[in-house]
């Protein structure tokens, strides 16, 4: 709403961005979101769970998903050391290491992008394309960290499972 927060009012927070208890509503259905309820920040507009699951809906029947099943040797902040050295010795003979590309630097997330990812991990743990695109955008992150970040999440859970 643009209008000023005073210093005494009480504030919800999306990432980013603070808001007036009134003003922190979804921007489909306009109803008013409280602490607890699942929502999603897309392009700067908060959604309830439910209009982002329609939405979500309704475009992959317009487009359908493509596959999400590409292997991955990179590491994430999620990741435990132990997993990534793992991954990384397929029996090159070498240490491990491939000697036609350097090791790309361990990505360290914010404590606002992996609350970012964990939203939307919570509404969808395999995100379509342009939810992967968006959520890039959002923190500033590649398209392919935000995968990598969500195959990883998922193996983690399977595992706990």
Request: glycine share 6%; net charge positive; charged share 35%.
């Amino acid at each position: 709403c643009m209008e000023k927060i005073a210093p005494t009012e009480f504030v919800m927070r999306a990432l980013e961005c603070v808001y007036h208890l009134g003003c922190f509503c979804c921007c489909v259905c306009e109803r008013q979101l409280r602490k607890g309820d699942e929502f999603v920040l897309k392009e700067g507009q908060l959604l309830c769970k439910g209009d982002y699951e329609k939405e979500k809906d309704l475009l992959s029947s317009v487009s359908p998903d493509e596959s999400d099943s590409v292997k991955s040797e990179d590491e994430d902040g999620d990741m435990k050391p132990a997993k990534g050295q793992g991954s990384q010795s397929k029996g090159s003979g070498d240490d491990g290491k491939d000697p036609r590309r350097p090791k790309r630097p361990r990505t360290i997330l914010t404590t606002q992008q992996r609350r970012a990812f964990k939203a939307s991990f919570e509404v969808s743990s395999k995100p379509c394309r342009k939810v992967r695109e968006t959520l890039a955008a959002e923190t500033g992150l590649s398209v392919r960290v935000v995968q990598v970040w969500f195959q990883n999440q998922r193996a983690k859970m399977k595992k706990l499972a």
